[in-house]
């Protein structure tokens, strides 16, 4: 729609593809009227609704321009805005403005004012408010999508209950699936229970230097029986697989110390035969001598024989260091038998550390597992079975001035922005039951 001021008084107005001729009066009636209808598109029990906090406002300013011969939109002024906690709303050039028990219309009315007092207009601008959203509902409680629901003018509790989803029902397949999942969890997590006080008794065994292993006791009956006997059964071979690697080898080592200690006595031996060789040639030596200072012998034999007793002398001590090697070997060999032991210890010592703390954690889950079936099984025989009547009971809180409070709510009840509505369901009582 478009609008022009003609020489003879007379306004033309452009609607639809024609064109109208009509009073001034007439015109600012219409344009105004049109720019609130068009602008605000919100019902008359929105409009006179109080505007809560978290309410989404847009303001908008129009005024009349007797230079152009048209309504201008002040869109620097306008804009979408949101009443605050403390009841308030911010705006260009006036600043706060308390919302109080405002409703809409008031709200624009005293924009108008404002603007008018601080810009120093002949007239108000024409000022609409607009509520784009109102404060959500909250639902909380026994219903199946708690949350928060845009709220709506007119909604009751009912239709609120019936946009969270309605009644919660853990259905029975539901509770059962859970029952089944806690039960195959305790046996799962008493499985591996016996597996670990298995382990440790077995690592106890071999701490100790036992030759059989302390089980613990199970019942003769029942699903663990079988269990226990495949892992007990698991864990002596484990056992003796241990044992007879460990004396493997601890023999190994002696006999290599054996071994060790022979090739030193043959050593021994050869150093004996050496010596006799050494001394045999020495004597021989010492005769040649004399018999090469007499002239008698050749000085070659005496050469011959210096060098068979070097040679005699020479391979004494490469026995002398075998011997010596040899004793080393046995040393570490002895060390190595010694520490073999020990080496065992430490390692099953610090298994059954970590196989205990394993335990413990074990325990711990099989007592959290417990005590949830047992929750489990108690909400059950509380909460009442599908199909079975339920009372319902509704409380509202709603905050005005600051101050929250409850509200005793039915299914009729409307509902305000900003509500919180909490919905209980209780199974209810029946006459035997009350007279208890």
């Given at each position: 729609?478009?609008?022009?001021?003609?020489?003879?008084?007379?306004?033309?107005?452009?609607?639809?593809?024609?064109?109208?001729?009509?009073?001034?009066?007439?015109?600012?009636?219409?344009?105004?009227?049109?720019?609130?209808?068009?602008?605000?598109?919100?019902?008359?029990?929105?409009?006179?609704?109080?505007?809560?906090?978290?309410?989404?406002?847009?303001?908008?300013?129009?005024?009349?321009?007797?230079?152009?011969?048209?309504?201008?939109?002040?869109?620097?002024?306008?804009?979408?805005?949101?009443?605050?906690?403390?009841?308030?709303?911010?705006?260009?050039?006036?600043?706060?403005?308390?919302?109080?028990?405002?409703?809409?219309?008031?709200?624009?009315?005293?924009?108008?004012?404002?603007?008018?007092?601080?810009?120093?207009?002949?007239?108000?601008?024409?000022?609409?408010?607009?509520?784009?959203?109102?404060?959500?509902?909250?639902?909380?409680?026994?219903?199946?999508?708690?949350?928060?629901?845009?709220?709506?003018?007119?909604?009751?509790?009912?239709?609120?209950?019936?946009?969270?989803?309605?009644?919660?029902?853990?259905?029975?397949?539901?509770k059962s699936q859970e029952q089944i999942r806690l039960i195959s969890e305790l046996q799962s997590t008493d499985n591996e229970i016996l597996r670990s006080q298995s382990k440790i008794a077995r690592l106890e065994a071999e701490l100790t230097g036992a030759s059989t292993?302390?089980?613990?006791?199970?019942?003769?009956?029942?699903?663990?029986?079988?269990?226990?006997?495949?892992?007990?059964?698991?864990?002596?071979?484990?056992?003796?697989?241990?044992?007879?690697?460990?004396?493997?080898?601890?023999?190994?080592?002696?006999?290599?110390?054996?071994?060790?200690?022979?090739?030193?006595?043959?050593?021994?031996?050869?150093?004996?035969?050496?010596?006799?060789?050494?001394?045999?040639?020495?004597?021989?030596?010492?005769?040649?001598?004399?018999?090469?200072?007499?002239?008698?012998?050749?000085?070659?034999?005496?050469?011959?024989?210096?060098?068979?007793?070097?040679?005699?002398?020479?391979?004494?001590?490469?026995?002398?260091?075998?011997?010596?090697?040899?004793?080393?070997?046995?040393?570490?060999?002895?060390?190595?038998?010694?520490?073999?032991?020990?080496?065992?210890?430490?390692?099953?010592?610090?298994?059954?550390?970590?196989?205990?703390?394993?335990?413990?954690?074990?325990?711990?889950?099989?007592?959290?597992?417990?005590?949830?079936?047992?929750?489990?099984?108690?909400?059950?025989?509380?909460?009442?079975?599908?199909?079975?009547?339920?009372?319902?009971?509704?409380?509202?809180?709603?905050?005005?001035?600051?101050?929250?409070?409850?509200?005793?709510?039915?299914?009729?009840?409307?509902?305000?922005?900003?509500?919180?509505?909490?919905?209980?369901?209780?199974?209810?009582?029946?006459?035997?039951?009350?007279?208890?």
């Open positions: 729609m478009g609008a022009r001021f003609q020489p003879d008084g007379r306004w033309s107005i452009l609607m639809g593809g024609s064109r109208l001729f009509a009073s001034s009066q007439f015109v600012r009636l219409l344009v105004a009227g049109t720019a609130f209808c068009a602008i605000s598109g919100i019902s008359l029990t929105q409009a006179a609704a109080q505007l809560a906090p978290q309410t989404k406002l847009r303001l908008t300013v129009v005024k009349w321009n007797p230079t152009e011969g048209e309504y201008q939109r002040w869109d620097a002024l306008g804009g979408e805005f949101a009443v605050t906690s403390e009841g308030t709303i911010v705006l260009p050039v006036i600043g706060a403005v308390a919302v109080g028990e405002l409703n809409s219309s008031d709200l624009a009315d005293a924009i108008a004012t404002r603007l008018q007092d601080q810009i120093g207009l002949v007239r108000k601008p024409d000022t609409t408010v607009e509520i784009v959203e109102f404060p959500p509902v909250y639902v909380v409680g026994d219903v199946n999508a708690p949350g928060q629901y845009q709220f709506r003018s007119g909604m009751t509790v009912l239709q609120t209950l019936a946009l969270a989803g309605g009644e919660y029902r853990d259905a029975e397949g539901t292993i302390a089980f613990p006791p199970v019942p003769a009956t029942g699903p663990l029986a079988k269990l226990a006997a495949q892992v007990y059964a698991k864990e002596k071979i484990i056992f003796k697989a241990r044992a007879n690697g460990l004396e493997r080898q601890a023999k190994s080592l002696s006999e290599l110390r054996d071994l060790l200690s022979a090739e030193i006595d043959v050593l021994n031996e050869k150093i004996k035969a050496a010596d006799l060789g050494i001394a045999s040639g020495e004597k021989e030596l010492a005769g040649v001598k004399t018999l090469v200072e007499k002239g008698i012998a050749i000085a070659s034999r005496q050469s011959d024989l210096e060098r068979l007793l070097a040679g005699f002398r020479a391979d004494r001590l490469d026995q002398v260091t075998a011997v010596m090697r040899a004793r080393q070997s046995i040393t570490e060999a002895t060390r190595s038998l010694e520490g073999l032991r020990d080496q065992f210890q430490t390692d099953v010592a610090a298994e059954l550390q970590r196989e205990e703390a394993s335990l413990d954690q074990l325990r711990f889950k099989r007592d959290m597992a417990q005590k949830l079936l047992l929750e489990t099984l108690a909400s059950q025989s509380t909460a009442g079975l599908p199909g079975e009547d339920r009372t319902v009971e509704f409380t509202i809180t709603r905050k005005k001035a600051g101050d929250a409070s409850e509200i005793e709510a039915d299914e009729a009840t409307v509902l305000l922005p900003g509500d919180v509505l909490k919905v209980s369901f209780l199974p209810s009582q029946k006459p035997e039951d009350i007279g208890q």
